[in-house]
Nanobody
């Protein structure tokens, strides 16, 4: 059974930076599409960024140029470097993987991801 464990969340002032990590246990991630989503109180879970097995990346318009998704296959870990944070970035951030289809394209639809972490809270104060 695969587990995804996020870490790195916290409280930061607007304009600050955080780096989230997502480590997988039970399966190597190097062949699969991975992504970050987030969910703010009272809102639906939304796409943030995705990375394919060959490191092609896509971002939501709201984070383009401020966030960077990356992966370290040797450490079996996914990252999200967040800079120039805004109060509207406040949310629980979830790591997700589509572990059913190796060597597939990156995608933003949350319905296409079958494994999820429990999330890490990011709070940005103004």
């Amino acid at each position: 059974q695969v587990q995804l464990v996020e870490s790195g969340g916290g409280l930061v002032q607007a304009g600050g930076s955080l780096r989230l990590s997502c480590t997988a246990f039970g399966r190597a991630l190097n062949s699969y599409v991975m992504a970050w989503f987030r969910q703010a109180p009272g809102k639906e879970r939304e796409f943030v960024a995705t990375i394919s097995w060959n490191k092609i990346t896509y971002y939501a318009d709201s984070v383009e140029g401020r966030f960077t998704i990356s992966r370290d296959n040797a450490k079996n870990t996914l990252y999200l470097q967040m800079s120039s944070l805004k109060p509207e970035d406040t949310a629980v951030y979830y790591c997700a993987g589509d572990l059913r289809r190796p060597f597939d394209s990156a995608r933003s639809d949350r319905r296409e991801y079958d494994v999820w972490g429990l999330g890490t809270q990011v709070t940005v104060s103004s």
